[in-house]
């Protein structure tokens, strides 16, 4: 727990648990059933927060992979492209409801297995998750307005890797819009959090989705690479790491099946003079510390206008004071667990390397608990634009401080790194906003917020954050097939 | 309605109006007859005045400000929330459709069931109107333009008078599904899925006021409603009579209302154009400069 | 922020330079600190700090003596059931009733008298500041105004400050409560200048609300004079307190309030002397609910006192 720098301390508020009910293994689900493949191996996946073990899944291997290809397969040519897109939109309507109503339950299952804080999982992962089925639902019977041609077609098989940051919200973003343009899916949730996705195959079965439009199978980084090389797909999304996404583009060279990528970041949260500064404090905090900094949008450089840096780092400081990091199930928790023991090295490393080169490394202070995987919101100035901290994605709650001048060289700086996906800009002057806007290289760009997602806001990113949107209208085109007429 | 059990007397409906999120009787007293398709009588139905029609502007007006301040999802909510109380009274409309129209089982099922699906696609445009109808525009300049779909406000729609739920169910929808409010005149001749159509809106979450449904006789009271100050469309569906529509839409000039003609060869089992929801629409476009 | 003394011809640029509020933003900022889950024994503690906290008000044209020897009976003993429950902070009422609250609590309580032609503030400065010194010869130890919002929202802010600063001379010892009318300002950027003109004037307290104008107290305008009193403190060396007026009835709303005090401005805040509740039913609700923490069971309205 923070230590509490008042004397109004907050008595534990556990989220109880008895609202879930998780099997001690799981198969993986094809062609509308759980099955037990005979000879995959299992492994387990924990709770980051207390390392527990709450289940074993499988490692589904090739012929798994090839079952579940080809249940999409038939369920796409024989039942689902045939459907109207009517029917199939009340499919997704019928998904969308049941995410509603067992939000609750999900939300804990979603904490457990992925560390993050009861309260984002409730309010933010869930609700989104069901407005992405709500909103491509009503998608399915309009596609000839969606300015993607007369009559667009659905793709056929969608191989759909996710990664473990969000689990849920991230399967939603890939199976609404696939279903609601009518291609049928194989998803493979992330090895260290397949509890939700698999929970949502059991909301396919409450739904009577027809068998073989939705398949999951779980498994590690060898299981996503069957799935991404299979020759039986007609399209490959991806969301994960910069380094896995370019191999899948590799594999994928020369084949005709369409790929969408949506990967890293480095994101420039750029504060002005004339920012609304309590604001923008909350925006920066949010922009890093949410989620524990696992977001690919994370604003993870901060760019100050060196005439503020001082003052604004002052309240800065004293703002992570109030930052509760502890259980994920109490919801007056801000900050959880990092997901794996994998993933906390990584971010030592890349903290250490700020260290080693140089920068002055400040963290809030906190009690963490003696079991689990934790990082304490951390604050790193002095940075320079060359430091490892300044260029690579570290994926945890650690912001790195570098200051601008003038607009143009605030650009300049956001725009120099390989990656695209987003950035923040604070100021009142809405002619700066949206000069800023037209010139930064980023997919996304939040002006006095951050953060926010909608599935009817296209996401993705420039360079090396990846190609393709997810939402909006943008995001349809990656699931049909190019219209000529 | 059904007498059910021949030993058992059924209960009665009164039919009254739906007004405000009320039902209310005729501030008239009156009432009509309502007959079905073979001249037999089916109830005493309120017939609205106009003293009831200004009274469903005013709730109409209310209803707009927070409907239209509801974000786009939430309106797709409620829209789909109507189409799921209307599929638990499947049944029940098809019998009255059946009555009404005169048509058989099988039709009156697919009427309605059509109907219900009509609401579901109405219910997944209002998030994506903007998206298809709104613009960033490519102006010459360093200005950021965009235009963007508001709602009209309050809207008077006459619903046709032989399509009893399905014409019903396709000139409410559009209207409201940008954040419209509306007064529809439900079909004089064949008014009886309207009422029922009150009460599914009634139970769905709907903000009151959003839509209020009057029976009664159109000619009666649109020509006030074509002139008065505070409707800003009319939706002249079901005015068969062309003489009747002309002078409305004369009334209307008045006050410059966006006015929707009849359509008299309706077919309205073909999924509709975006006319029904774009006439009623307002577009504001706003630009801004960019610069540092 | 404002930091270095500022001349009267400074004023308005100094108020207009101060930084924004990005509205939706606070908003979002006062409705996460609504999701705090305050439970068992924060509760319990969170209940009785705002018992304390509170200033029981009427204010009421048909106000009498004998309403006002209620109110301050229930003042000082919020449940006759339970003596263990903590005193109000103040009794809030008229002027012209101060004598017989003051007759009713003694020293036990402070009195604090609304004034400067509460609660539209349009009245001439010679009669506002005749009724600040006729309650503090009857006993007020703090004086609540109101500030002229005609003469903010037309851009005079010198008019304001000087009146502000008459009517804390006026005070002598008494206390003076500052409420901007939040209401009427309408947005955070006219709260968060407001506040400050305020303090640069010489309030003890910056107020919400009259309690007569919708909205009265909301999160989002505590939170942005919270942030004022905060800064204000730091460059000042003088902290401010902040009472929240009107529209608060529930202990749930309370204690919202006070998440927002413990994370905006910290502990040094959570005590009567730098926050206040302007309220009449939230008392008997937070009884209700401390009712409820001590027996187990919910409480009724016959186990509360009308005053």
Redesign the interface.
Known sequence: MTDE?????????PESTAIVNISSSYGIFIDGAFVEPADAPRFKTINPATEEVLSEVCQAGAPEVAAAVAAARRAHDEVWSAMSG?ER??YV?RLARLLQERARELAVLESMDNGKPI?ESR?VDLPLAA?HF??H??????LD???LGRDPRSLGVAAQIIPWNFPLLMLAWKVAPALATGNTVVLKPAETTPLTALAFAELCQQADLPPGVVNIVTGDGRTGQLLAECEGVDKVAFTGSTEVGKQIQRSLAGTRRRLTLELGGKAANIIFD??????AV??IVNGIYFNQGHVCCAGSRLLVQESIVEDLLVRLRRRLQ?LRVGDPLD??TDVGAINSAAQLERIVALAESGDAEGAQRWSAPCTLPDRGFWFPPTIFTSVSTAHRIAREEIFGPVLSVLTFRT??EAVEKANNTPYGLSAGIWT?K???I??MA?RLRAGVVWA??FNQFD??SPFGGYGESGFGREG??AGLAAYLQEASS | MEEGNKRRLAVRKTFKLYIGGAFPRSESGRTYQVLDAHGGFIANVAKASRKDARDAVLSARTGHRSWSAAT??NR??VL?RVAEMMEGRRAQFAAEVARAEGCGTTDAERITDTAI?RW??Y??????L???IGTANPVAGPF?NFSVPEPTGVVVLVAPDDSSLLGLVSTIAPAIVSGNACVAIASQTRPIPAVTLAEVLATSDLPAGVVNILTGDPAEMMPSLAAHGDVNALDLAGIGDVELAARLERDAAGTVKRVRRPQPDANWYRTPS?AAMSDLLEIKTVW????? | MIGTPVGLDQLHSALKGL????E???A??AAMLG?????????A??ID?AIAMVDLTTLEGMDTPGKVRALCAKAMRPDPGDPGTPAVAAVCIYGDLVATARDAVGDALHVAAVATAFPSGRASMAVKLLETEQAVAAGADEIDMVIDRGAFLAGDYVRVFEEISAVKNACGSARLKVILETGELKTLDNVRRASWLAMLAGADFIKTSTGKVTPAATPTVTLVML?AVRDFALVHGRKVGVKAAGGIRTSKDAIKY??LV??TV??DW?NPDLFRFGASTLLNDLLLQRQRMLSGHYSGPNYVTID
């Open positions: 720098p008042s004397g109004f301390p907050y008595a534990p508020a009517a939109g009340k309507y309260r309010d407005a709500f909103y639902a009503g998608w399915a019977d309009k307005h969606a300015g004339d920012a609304p500064l309590d604001e909350e925006g109030t919801k007056n607009p143009d009142e809405g002619s700066r949206l000069w037209s006095n917020t599935p009817a909006g209208r | 786009a999802y797709g909510q789909y699906d579901v696609w219910a997944g445009w209002a998030d994506k903007a998206q298809v950021f975006l801004h400069p960019q610069g540092i | 930084a924004g509020v990005d939706v933003g606070a979002s900022r999701t705090r889950s305050i439970k068992a024994s924060s509760k503690r969170a700090l942030e006070l998440v413990n994370e910290g502990n959570l």
